[in-house]
């Protein structure tokens, strides 16, 4: 372990690879690792890539790789594609986009399957990114899923997140508002080439103004991915973005936010993992038998499970204070 | 319909339903290979909508259902073009030659794949595949060698080649003008359809604009220039290849012609003039009726498109005509003897469809590009249908056959139907961006994989009426893996022997016109061409302006 | 609910750009529960072998019907031995003449599957093929 470990931090591209592999399938030594690199970690400029399906978030992250290599920085890529809930398989093609870079040494592309995950992310982003910024990729682009509204999960991750829009979405925009609209540092209004443009703009500025924290006001930037027009300017105000939340008391909030969502992340991951190993050790044929016979139930035996895993705390709060509401229980 | 009909027909049912009970059919319900649902019994009452003047009409009128001549194969066959060219230019002479010798009455050329997408020989992204799957061409010197005597002003060429089609197109003229043959003889085709490239085919270079723009420019140049060429082929081949069902081809072809018709009409060109010159390609499959019947809606739906959406009164551009090459994708590799009997009912379904000319797809077609004895077969195939079966002694002869009227309305509805969805989003350029036709292709194309391995659908001598096979004892073309070698010599050659900066100069000619949309570049490739500057340094040029495009995957 | 998925790349080689087979192919072994990496069109070897490693695949499939098959092969298996990844398995299928088959396995590829073959019978093939690629690494 320790040796693949040190090939990583070395920079060896199949260590980090199998180490990602590893993560993502929740590979117990993956703790493990995480421990061992984080000292090593934030010094990256993390950034989110969301929008809807195909408003154009794989070609304009191929451009901004393109203009963070000319600035000399080194970038590793996330991308995310969906799973099929009904086989747990995944086509992975965002990458098709960003293929001309595959030579480049300074460029490390991942793609994930979202693996039964909701929040627009997969299983195991968190902990890639943490991997390619211990590993010391300078830029670290992460592309979520084509989301709806309620996939926000970016903003636990990325120190910047950018909300990709096109025009021709119409009423949509006041649908997102409640959404994916909130969570943007910076704008994009790409397909600037297509009629419509200045209105999607012109909308999305007038929300903004609706926004209280006058701290950092989102920019909103016209692009054209497929041609490379207006990505500069975009590149530009995401380090903007960058250099504000490292540098103002926004930023340290944002800092221990971040934190601490992340301690819940890993709690609850941890709890639901071990709360799974001994569901499914005590899980039998018996056991569904009585349940489906309603000879117990699953109230009962989830909390079986957890006095298992705790047997100190008190499972029958709920019950007490049932009782104590006069509410009459079966048996 | 009469009451007579009625009844009779009512009790016919009524004693099919009966003797159902003891008697199952085959399947619970029966359908085209596209889809479509197919009755028991088609009768007067199934075509009781169709109006004979409004929507079958006369040969060689509007609406052109029944065929864009008045006597059709009474006056001349269709002609016979079997696609063909490998390895090099001098290669494939020698295989044009032996086709025109054995009753071939017209060229089509294959290319490969680097001069398809515009790399030279000696490039990089060549290597391996020079050659190999069509003839290898890099400058004029290379087009002089293929049509070497070959005389312009006698056959019609037919010219596989897209996204580079101008450059081709300019080669060709320049050989004529060698020949002494002026432009306006030259008679041709150049395919030249680039948005089927994005959705089905794949030689693409250039994003969508600059890449209209190439042919609009062919189009206006064509026009005062080269009046006899035909300066498209819109094509649902491919399309259907790549998996699509037979209505999903007429449509997405038809909106690829509304796309193009759309763009020459914004630079100001006539549909009523620049409109006699698109031609079609379609795919002839195995579901018989439901082709023939797909050949008559796609006709009869261009003219009405050309008539009411674009307000074409030009009989000549509201005619859709078509070349047909059978299906390739519905040949298989085992038993490929059996291929020949498909063909032959391809082909048929294409004749009796109406169309103008004809590529027989060859019994190797899975295993190897066709060698000459197994084009020689494809061919006859064609020579007897036209000899010997008798259907071409008679215009449209299935029309009238309620079956074939019913399958034609209802690929009509289909189509338009997809059409309309198109139309909502804003025209074919953003339904591609957007994955839309390439998604519904897919869909079709993995359905009917799921269908043949859970035989639903039968494939003789692949999931029933299988026989042990060997086919390493098969007579196989090979291509010489020396092309690539020799071309890449050819072109040193070349580059030490021309005007090196006649060629600098007619590059830089065109690189400024290319950043200027209001130029038409074709004269300056002309130039260039004759400069013998070849197809990978225009090319290069054109890519430096124009940038390069990237495929969108929906899968 | 964590397991080790099977990961492979599917990628297209040179100017081919037949790709009907390939997105059948890699839809059927989504459809088997694999995470499949689509590279898309005109993937030079070097690509797909970057590919395949920043990928971490256990497998990756090649797709040519385009009459190349013999020396993209040999590339794509010759860099991935370069690199140290040997070990990564090498299969496809395509319109690919059953006498140049042998040299193709000789030069390493595991399987090769021409026109006609279920996709089943390729998801069958991949599955056995990484499950003893993995028992051998433990
Ligand atoms: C469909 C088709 C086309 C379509 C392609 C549409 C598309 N988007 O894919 C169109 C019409 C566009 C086309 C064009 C051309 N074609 Co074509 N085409 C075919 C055809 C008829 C069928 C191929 C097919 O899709 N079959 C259906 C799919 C599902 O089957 P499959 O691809 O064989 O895949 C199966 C197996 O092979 C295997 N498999 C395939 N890939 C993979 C990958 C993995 C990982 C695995 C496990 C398995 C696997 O599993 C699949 C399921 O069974 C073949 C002939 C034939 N009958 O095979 C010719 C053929 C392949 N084409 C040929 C040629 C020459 C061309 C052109 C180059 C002609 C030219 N000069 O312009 C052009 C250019 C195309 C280009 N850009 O490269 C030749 C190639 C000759 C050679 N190899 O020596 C063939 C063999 C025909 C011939 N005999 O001449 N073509
Ligand atoms: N006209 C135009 N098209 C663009 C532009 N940027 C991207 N596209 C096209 O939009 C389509 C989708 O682009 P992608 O980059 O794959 O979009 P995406 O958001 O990553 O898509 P998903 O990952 O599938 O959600 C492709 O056809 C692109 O060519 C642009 O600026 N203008
Ligand atoms: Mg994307």
Same mark, same amino acid.
């Given at each position: ?17 199998r ?83 595959t ?58 997140v ?89 930023g ?6 971040r ?45 079986d ?12 709060e709920g ?13 | ?65 029944r065929?864009?001549q ?44 680097p ?9 990089p ?55 002494g ?112 019947? /797909? ?9 009405? *498109?050309m008539?009411?959406?674009? !307000? $074409? &009164? @030009? ?20 038993q ?36 000459? /004895? ?9 020579? *007897?249908?036209?000899?010997?079966? !008798? $259907? &071409? @002694?008679?215009?449209d ?13 209802e ?68 291509v010489?893996?020396s092309?690539?070698?020799r ?26 016109a ?42 | 609910?964590?397991?080790r ?79 140290d ?40 093939w ?13």
């Amino acid at each position: 372990m320790d040796i693949l470990i040190n090939k990583a931090l070395a920079g060896d591209m199949r260590a980090i690879a199998r180490i990602i592999s590893l993560i993502e399938n929740g590979d117990p030594i993956a703790d493990a690792v995480m421990r061992r690199i984080y000292p090593l970690t934030g010094k990256a400029m993390v950034i989110g890539i969301t929008g809807s399906p195909g408003a154009g978030k794989s070609t304009l992250t191929d451009k901004l790789i393109e203009s963070f290599r000319k600035k000399g920085k080194t970038v590793g890529i996330i991308a995310v594609d969906p799973s099929s809930p009904f086989s747990g398989g995944a086509i992975l093609a965002d990458r098709i986009r960003m293929q001309r870079h595959t030579g480049d040494e300074g460029v490390y592309i991942r793609s994930m399957g979202t693996r039964g995950s909701l929040g627009g992310l997969s299983r195991g982003t968190r902990e890639a990114v943490l991997l390619l910024d211990a590993c010391g990729k300078d830029v670290i682009i992460i592309e979520t899923v084509g989301v709806g509204q309620s996939e926000v999960d970016i903003i636990k991750i990325a120190d910047t997140v950018c909300v990709v829009l096109v025009p021709g979405m119409g009423d949509d925009i006041q649908i997102m508002k409640a959404g994916i609209m909130e969570i943007a540092n910076v704008f994009a209004i790409n397909k600037a080439d297509k009629p419509g443009v200045d209105r999607v703009a012109a909308e999305v500025r007038l929300m903004l103004e609706l926004v209280r924290d006058k701290s950092w006001t989102p920019p909103v930037h016209l692009t054209v991915a497929e041609n490379g027009t207006g990505v500069e300017e975009f590149a530009e105000s995401i380090v903007k973005h960058h250099e504000f939340i490292k540098n103002s008391p926004e930023g340290a909030r944002f800092e221990f936010r971040r934190l601490s969502s992340e301690v819940e992340d890993i709690l609850l991951k941890n709890l639901t993992r071990k709360a799974e190993k001994v569901w499914r050790s005590q899980k039998s044929g018996k056991l569904m038998e009585d349940l489906a016979a309603r000879k117990t139930n699953p109230y009962t035996v989830a909390s079986d499970i957890l006095r298992k895993l705790f047997p100190q705390a008190d499972y029958d709060e709920g019950i007490k204070e049932a009782n104590t509401s006069h509410v009459t229980p079966d048996n | 319909m009469n009451t007579e009909y009625k009844e009779a027909r009512a009790k016919f049912e009524a004693g099919v339903a009966k003797s159902l009970q003891k008697h199952k059919e085959r399947k619970e319900s029966f359908s085209t290979g596209g889809g479509l649902p197919l009755g028991r019994l088609y009768g007067p009452d199934d075509v009781e909508s169709v109006d004979y003047m409004r929507d079958i009409g006369f040969p060689g009128e509007y609406p052109f259902t029944r065929g864009v001549q008045p006597t059709m194969y009474r006056g001349r066959f269709w002609t016979m073009r079997q696609y063909a060219g490998f390895a090099s230019a001098e290669e494939s002479n020698e295989r044009y030659r032996y086709l025109l010798s054995q009753g071939t009455t017209g060229l089509s050329v294959a290319f490969d794949l680097p001069t398809q997408i515009g790399y030279d020989s000696d490039d990089p992204m060549a290597q391996g595949e020079c050659g190999k799957v069509g003839v290898a061409i890099d400058s004029l010197q290379d087009m002089e060698i293929l049509f070497d005597q070959i005389p312009l002003d006698k056959v019609s060429t037919s010219m596989t080649i897209n996204a580079p089609a101008s450059v081709l197109l300019a080669m060709y003229i320049c050989v004529g003008e060698k020949q002494g043959v002026p432009m306006d003889v030259l008679s041709g085709t150049i395919q030249n359809d680039i948005l089927k490239e994005y959705i089905a085919r794949g030689t693409y270079i250039f994003p969508p604009k600059p890449s209209m723009r190439l042919i609009t420019d062919i189009f206006e140049f064509c026009s005062e220039n080269v009046p006899k060429w035909n300066t498209i082929s819109i094509s649902g081949y491919h399309i259907r290849e790549a998996g699509s069902t037979a209505a999903q081809e007429v449509a997405f072809t038809l909106a690829d012609g509304i796309a193009y018709v759309e763009a020459a009409a914004r630079k100001g060109l006539d549909p009523n003039v620049f409109g006699e010159r698109l031609s079609f390609f379609f795919n002839a499959h195995n579901d018989f009726l439901e082709e023939v019947a /797909k050949f008559r809606a796609a006709r009869r739906m261009w003219a009405r *498109i050309m008539k009411d959406r674009f !307000g $074409v &009164t @030009n009989p000549k551009a509201q005619m859709l005509r078509f070349h047909t090459q059978t299906g390739g994708s519905t040949l298989t590799a085992q038993q490929p003897e059996n291929n020949i009997v498909r063909v032959t009912m391809q082909a048929l379904a294409a004749v009796l469809g109406g169309t103008q000319s004809l590529h027989t797809n060859s019994m190797d077609e899975a295993l190897a590009l066709p060698s000459e /004895k197994s084009v020689g077969i494809a061919l006859k195939t064609q020579q *007897i249908i036209a000899y010997e079966s !008798g $259907v &071409t @002694n008679t215009v449209d002869p299935l029309a009238g056959s309620y079956v074939v009227e019913s399958l034609t309305n209802e690929i009509e509805k289909k189509a338009f139907e997809y059409i309309g969805q198109i139309d909502d989003m804003g025209g074919m350029l953003t339904a591609i961006e957007k994955g839309y036709v390439q998604k519904h292709i897919q869909d079709a194309a993995y359905d009917y994989q799921r269908s043949v391995e859970a035989k639903e659908s039968i494939v003789v001598g692949v999931n029933k009426f299988q026989v042990r096979e060997d086919n390493r004892e098969m007579n196989l073309l090979t291509v010489d893996a020396s092309v690539g070698e020799r071309q890449i010599a050819k072109l040193r050659k070349l580059k030490e022997a021309r005007d090196n900066l006649a060629v600098k100069n007619a590059l830089e000619d065109i690189r400024a016109a290319a950043a200027d949309d209001s130029r038409n570049l074709m004269p300056l490739i002309i130039n260039a061409v004759r400069s013998y500057a070849t197809e990978g340094e225009i090319c290069g040029v054109l890519r430096n302006v124009f940038g390069e495009y990237t495929e969108n995957i929906v899968l | 609910m964590d397991e080790r998925k099977i990961r492979v790349v599917v990628a297209k080689p040179g100017l081919d750009g037949h790709d009907r087979g390939a997105k059948v192919v890699a839809r059927a072994l989504r459809d088997a529960g694999m995470e499949v990496v689509y590279t898309g069109l005109r993937q030079t070897p070097e690509q797909i072998v970057e590919t395949v490693l920043q990928e971490d695949a256990d497998a990756v499939g090649i797709s040519i019907l385009s009459g190349a098959h013999t020396f993209y092969f040999t590339k794509i298996i010759g860099l991935l031995k370069e690199k140290d990844a040997g070990d990564i398995i090498v299969f496809g299928g395509g319109v690919i003449p059953d006498k140049d088959i042998p040299g193709l396995l000789e030069a390493g590829a595991g399987a090769v599957f021409g026109p006609g073959t279920p996709t089943s019978v390729c998801v069958e093939w991949l599955e056995k093929a990484v499950a003893d690629k993995r028992a051998k690494e433990q």
